[in-house]
């Protein structure tokens, strides 16, 4: 496996929200998107665009139905499907959502029941080598436990951490049990990549935290030896000097890409009264990945961009346009993906109000009728595929481990 990775996804969300009435309700996308009902057709479009990496998931609410029991029916059906089509799947086992029964990132038993699910699913599928056991743990976090949108719609700091050192916990001890199946498993980290501006010099502060923040999912999985005002920050909301020694001590095992999700809304201008906006893409994909290389050294795949309708095929030039730049100036990325193949339903709202919004952000929509940005999807992996072979290989991906830094210089 040596060959640049154009891929696309298949947008499968399910966080539970709030309803103006009070109830909770589940937001599936696969079912606002009708996949459940099409999701051979949506394979032979991902086959027929000529795209080869699929992101996907099965539902983890339904799949994982009790602790030791799994519901694999429909799991079977679409992996099995897409063996035959020749379509490699990047599995996502865990999507902004758990099931009912596990209740929300906040319950301190999710790593284990998840870590179990992890190995469920790949003894049951070993021959699978692509995974992100946790898509993009910062947002997971920020939106379930800081901005109080999703799950346990919890607003403050102390949640916050426990959601996230859930989340990351949850992560290594996911790609643990994997590779204890799949010893060549190649594990592509989506995450957001982010950055805040400050709007004047008195907000240069509160932008310095929360660039740092922002990296904490990513220190934590590589054992990344964070800030002092962030190992500060980590221990005055709820995690252990325990806890965060064994996040030093145990760095995400076997082959690991930094997978780097840009959209317009990931920059942000930080305000006076510490409140934050979309700031749009003042500095844009190659500033921003290039500071996540800088920090990891590890290669990088662009694992998710979009825009809607009628700005999409201008954003697709201009993402791709950044990640070519990267990768002359001799930055290892691997792949590059829009994000989704099919259209999304009420992300308008972040997921956060069940309207029945359709977005114009696939490359079809949900009649699965193509949309400008797939035919260009389509000319420009045409174009590209050949003269673009990284000629990677696993020894590439290998982490960078650092020495360890003993425990008290790091929390002195």
Not at 67 to 90: A, L, S
Not at 235 to 255: D, I, S, V
Not at 306 to 330: A, F, H, I
């Amino acid at each position: 496996m040596n060959k640049f990775m154009f891929a696309t996804g298949i947008e499968n969300s399910y966080p539970t929200i709030q309803l103006p009435n009070g109830k909770t309700k589940r937001v599936d996308e696969l079912e606002k998107a009708g996949h459940y009902q099409h999701w051979k057709e949506d394979f032979r479009l991902v086959k027929e665009s000529g795209i080869e990496f699929l992101r996907y998931g099965p539902p983890y609410y339904t799949t994982h139905v009790a602790p030791g029991v799994y519901d694999w029916h429909f799991t079977d059906c679409v992996f099995q499907e897409m063996k035959q089509r020749g379509i490699t799947p990047i599995v996502d086992l865990c999507h902004f959502g758990v099931p009912d029964w596990i209740g929300d990132f906040q319950n301190p038993d999710f790593p284990e029941h998840f870590a179990e699910y992890a190995l469920a699913f790949a003894k049951r599928f070993p021959d699978l080598r692509f995974y992100t056991p946790i898509n993009e743990i910062f947002i997971a976090a920020m939106f379930s436990a800081q901005y109080g949108w999703w799950n346990e719609r919890k607003a403050d700091e102390r949640s916050y951490v426990t959601a996230l050192k859930h989340l990351c916990r949850a992560n290594l001890l996911a790609v643990e049990a994997i590779l204890a199946v799949q010893p060549k498993a190649v594990f592509i980290q989506s995450e957001s990549c982010e950055y805040f501006h400050p709007e004047d010099p008195s907000c240069q502060a509160r932008a310095d935290f929360l660039n740092q923040k922002r990296f904490l999912p990513l220190d934590l999985t590589v054992a990344y030896p964070s800030s002092p005002a962030m190992q500060q920050y980590l221990l005055q909301h709820g995690m252990t000097k325990e806890e965060y020694a064994w996040f030093r001590n145990n760095p995400c095992k076997g082959q690991f890409v930094v997978g780097t999700d840009y959209y317009q809304t990931n920059e942000h201008t930080v305000h006076p009264n510490g409140g934050t906006s979309a700031s749009g893409d003042l500095y844009g994909y190659y500033v921003i990945a290039t500071q996540y290389y800088k920090r990891y050294k590890l290669p990088l795949m662009h694992t998710e961009t979009n825009m809607k309708e009628p700005n999409s095929v201008e954003w697709l030039k201009k993402q791709w346009t950044n990640l070519y730049r990267l990768k002359m100036d001799g930055v290892p990325v691997i792949g590059f993906t829009w994000y989704s193949l099919i259209d999304q339903v009420d992300w308008d709202t972040a997921l956060r109000e069940d309207n029945g919004n359709v977005n114009s952000l696939g490359m079809y929509d949900l009649n699965r009728n193509i949309r400008p940005v797939g035919e260009a999807y389509q000319d420009l992996i045409k174009h590209w595929s050949d003269p673009l072979q990284l000629n990677w290989t696993p020894s590439h991906l290998e982490l960078r481990r650092e020495p360890a830094i003993p425990l008290e210089e790091v929390l002195a």
